[in-house]
């Protein structure tokens, strides 16, 4: 059965002929144009850009979760000491009770100066506790701004994986069909003389994608200065498949 196959692609070779008219140099000179087209195109995929913006808003968000990571810390320290000086404040308060109702104070002017004293004192407390509620209650929404920017953090972190894995995917995509182009190149290029090869090499450099021209015996190369008719006759007279450079462009001109 696979014979069936092969003689069937063998028959199928055969009109091949017109494609077999093209000349390798200009085949391979396809080849690199694509493979350069495709390497852009790795090169600078959109996807790229998405991921970009994604990780620089995910740093962006880290920088945020950290400040307020250190203003709930700052806001927490002062909270307690606030309930530190409340208490020692406190403190103070009940010793003075204690001293008050010990009876070891008898001048009606002693007494009455503790209590003012204590009564500042309790004051004093009263607000040092309401700030420290304050300072609480100040901690709590800092707690609330860091959670939701931690989820925005998640998300953020989501669609990086999202991002990069689709990257990668076009990433394989694009290499696959360089190296199917690489494949090609190397068959393409068997069938010539390497010399000519390099030749096209070197020029590509100067030309691009238009190093190689087929010749046409009424413009000759097409290039911008017209090939003289001796040129042309010249260059008619070359055997089928020769390569030629243009005496007026230096391009390769394809009998
Ligand atoms: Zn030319």
Redesign the pocket.
């Known amino acids: 059965m696979p014979e069936a196959a092969s003689s069937d692609d063998e028959t199928s070779d055969e009109p091949d002929q017109a494609t077999e008219s093209v000349h390798p140099l200009l085949e391979i000179q396809e080849i690199d144009t694509e493979t350069e087209q495709l390497q852009h195109r790795r090169a600078t995929l959109p996807l790229r850009r998405d991921l970009a913006a994604t990780q620089s808003q995910q740093r962006e968000l880290q920088r945020e979760i950290d400040t307020v990571g250190l203003q709930r810390i700052e806001v927490l320290t002062r909270q307690k000491r606030l309930e530190d000086e409340a208490a020692i404040i406190q403190a103070r308060a009940d010793k003075d009770d204690n001293r008050l109702y010990s009876g070891e104070i008898t001048a009606i002017r002693d007494l009455q100066a503790l209590q003012d004293e204590i009564a500042g004192l309790r004051s004093r407390q009263g607000v040092l506790e309401e700030r420290a509620i304050e300072a609480l209650m100040e901690a709590e929404e800092l707690s609330g701004q860091a959670e939701a920017l931690e989820e925005q953090q998640a998300a953020a972190g989501e669609r990086v994986t999202v991002l990069e894995a689709e990257l990668a995917a076009a990433r394989a995509a694009i290499d696959k069909q360089l190296a199917t182009l690489v494949t090609t190149r190397t068959e393409v290029a068997g069938r010539i003389e390497a010399s000519a090869v390099a030749d096209y090499e070197r020029l590509r450099e100067t030309f691009g994608p238009s190093t190689a021209?087929a010749f046409d015996p009424s413009s000759?190369?097409?290039?911008p200065?017209q090939?003289p008719a001796i040129e042309v006759a010249r260059i008619k007279r070359c055997a089928e498949g020769a390569v030629q450079n243009?005496a007026?462009?230096?391009?390769l001109?394809l009998r």
């Open positions: 021209v000759g190369c097409g290039c200065q090939m243009c007026e462009c230096g391009r001109v």
